[in-house]
């Protein structure tokens, strides 16, 4: 009887948290978006490191507040500055104050060396020392409570993701004192700068260049080269340890993308925080995956935008709504009873409001096929790890290669004759060519690349999940690449690349130091070619293309096996050879999932009114562009 009293005592509880969760929700819907919001006071700081670097820091106190209130804040730590950077210029700060969904002070700090602060800004090696520092500071001024945020997208994903070893640092120098960070939010940012500059040791050069570039530090690229494994002390600085994840103790939000160019770190953190985090943690990591990422915001004439266009907005969204829902749930939980309050508030959310995983799902740009959606679950479905076999006709069949079934495909590449990159993870335009899928039919006549095809599908085929290629390959160089790229072949022989990866041999065993390669050996390489949520059309066919070169997005591999950073020699021809056999099954690994696991979802939490008219707008254009499509070139018969 005393069991049954309790348990009607925990659903009255919840029914009432629910009730206030409902007219928390419900406010936030009533909130207007008219561009105009009144300004917030703003105090400027310079705060010394504990090596005498200042950093400049400013602090923007909502209207209405006194600058001795405590307030929860949210931090956000950023390279990006410009001479006359305000309030209304700052998507961040925009969002947060002109939507008008939060009651919580601001602070924004320029990275070292950026804009006016002091020092040598080192892509983010500096990161996890400077927000420590600063936590330290802003829990003794009077406009905080304690209670600290940190949030950003991009760049500031990044800052926020390394904010995570800082507060671990922080509680490990000041045990008497309470954890700062009591919530997170991070969007399009990697915990492992090391794996996302050098991608299975491919060197991402396009992004690399084009990222310091942007920020005006070459000498940054060359200094990057010479550490080319992510494994170097030299990364660890911008690396979240294992014992770090272990430290996480508040609830968090985390925003991706499949095109995203941070995608894998971004999941693979995900992850982490699921399998580490604090075990009283289970079911509040809110799940964000849109379509596109870095991709999106920088190309609007993209082969998929009029198609995405509002999932991605929807996305952002979503973010910024449940950024300010978990400041305002969260935003005075400084003792553990409070925490414990709105821990169970914060999960209500995601049982009644907002599935814990909310992702888009692709397809092929055609009409009459499905995809193209948001959906959302309580958790991403279960998927069947699926084998499909390369065989000696050229094909991929769920069937192993049989004894006689063997095969050596060899093809030669030539370093002076490089790829070209289309489409992929990428930053887009920001590097000179545009990212997402990518049609790879311009490439059909070239002999260094060897295309493997299913046969026609009889139904509706769904992945949800991340895809591998374990190739059996062997070379007469003692290093190169190679590539692999998932597509989806068209009735009509259109090829469609969605998804790639790849891998550079003397980096094969993912150690500190490189080992080369011995002619006449054959290697197993296990490459990840990122994750993916795609359903396939009937009568569509799956495919594999095989290469050693994709340029400029990775660096071209002169097959020689120089460092990076040494005098490189005279690059020389390689014959590559995909092997075959029961010895060697080279195959693909596919999530399939049950397509009925895909349905269409909107969300119940409603928007500001200006959100909303965003979407609408979004939606309009979408509308017009698809009936423009029907007579184009996206319309495939």
């Not at 409570?145 to 120098?173: C, E, H």
């Not at 279960?382 to 095969?407: E, F, H, S, V, W």
Request: hydrophobic share 35%; with cysteine.
């Amino acid at each position: 009887m005393f069991r049954v009293i309790l348990f009607l005592c925990f659903v009255l509880a919840c029914y009432g948290n629910l009730a206030d969760l409902d007219k928390l929700i419900q406010s936030l819907g009533t909130r207007k978006y008219n561009g105009k919001p009144k300004p917030p006071t703003k105090l400027t700081y310079n705060i010394t490191m504990r090596d005498g670097a200042k950093l400049a820091t400013y602090v923007y106190i909502p209207a209405g507040n006194s600058t001795k209130k405590g307030l929860p804040v949210k931090y956000t730590s950023t390279p990006y500055f410009q001479p006359d950077f305000n309030l209304t210029n700052s998507s961040v700060t925009s969002w947060l104050y002109e939507l008008d969904i939060v009651d919580c002070a601001f602070v924004l700090q320029a990275e070292r060396g950026c804009y006016v602060s002091s020092g040598k800004w080192d892509g983010f090696r500096y990161s996890k020392q400077d927000t420590e520092e600063t936590l330290k500071w802003m829990v003794k001024q009077p406009w905080c409570n304690g209670i600290i945020q940190p949030a950003g997208v991009s760049a500031m994903g990044i800052t926020s993701y390394l904010a995570t070893s800082a507060a671990a640092s922080f509680k490990r120098n000041n045990p008497n004192t309470r954890q700062p960070v009591a919530l997170q939010a991070i969007g399009w940012g990697s915990w492992n700068l090391g794996a996302t500059v050098f991608q299975q040791g491919l060197l991402r050069n396009a992004t690399a260049v084009g990222y310091v570039d942007i920020l005006q530090h070459p000498e940054l690229f060359t200094e990057m080269t010479k550490h080319e494994s992510p494994k170097d002390p030299w990364w660890d600085n911008t690396t979240v340890s294992t014992e770090d994840f272990k430290q996480i103790t508040w609830p968090s939000i985390q925003f991706s993308a499949w095109f995203d160019l941070f995608q894998k770190q971004n999941l693979d953190g995900i992850a982490k925080y699921k399998e580490y985090g604090a075990k009283d943690l289970k079911g509040s990591l809110l799940t964000i995956v849109g379509p596109s990422g870095h991709c999106f915001t920088l190309d609007e004439n993209t082969t998929y935008y009029h198609l995405n266009a509002t999932a991605n907005a929807l996305a952002f969204e979503l973010y910024y709504i449940t950024l300010g829902i978990q400041t305002r749930l969260f935003g005075k939980a400084n003792t553990k009873a409070k925490f414990d309050k709105a821990m169970i508030d914060w999960k209500l959310l995601l049982d009644y409001y907002l599935p814990r995983n909310i992702w888009y799902v692709w397809g092929p740009p055609l009409n009459g096929t499905r995809g193209h959606f948001t959906t959302a679950a309580q958790k991403f479905p279960d998927y069947t790890p699926t084998l499909m076999y390369l065989n000696n006709a050229n094909g991929l069949t769920i069937k192993p290669p049989p004894p006689g079934g063997r095969a050596n495909y060899t093809y030669i590449y030539d370093p002076k004759d490089p790829i070209p990159t289309l489409g992929g993870p990428t930053l887009g335009p920001a590097v000179n060519f545009t990212c997402g899928p990518a049609n790879t039919d311009q490439l059909a006549g070239r002999l260094d690349i060897v295309r493997f095809t299913s046969a026609p599908l009889q139904e509706e085929l769904a992945i949800t999940g991340e895809v591998f290629a374990t190739l059996y390959v062997s070379s007469d160089a003692p290093d190169t690449d190679f590539m692999a790229k998932f597509v989806d072949v068209f009735p009509n022989g259109t090829r469609w690349s969605i998804m790639d990866g790849g891998i550079r041999m003397r980096w094969r065993e993912e150690g500190r130091y490189p080992v080369m390669m011995k002619k006449g050996v054959v290697y197993q390489v296990n490459i990840t070619l990122w994750s993916m949520s795609y359903i396939f059309p009937p009568g569509h066919r799956l495919g594999l293309e095989i290469s050693s070169s994709n340029a400029p997005r990775f660096s071209v591999n002169p097959n020689t096996g120089v460092p990076l950073a040494k005098k490189q020699l005279p690059p020389r021809i390689a014959a590559n050879t995909i092997h075959i056999s029961p010895e060697h099954p080279s195959h693909i690994q596919l999530p399939i999932v049950k397509p009925s696991s895909l349905k269409p979802w909107w969300p119940k939490v409603p928007m500001a009114e200006g959100m909303v008219e965003r979407v609408r707008r979004e939606k309009r254009k979408i509308l017009e562009s698809l009936r423009s499509a029907q007579k184009g070139k996206h319309s495939h018969k």
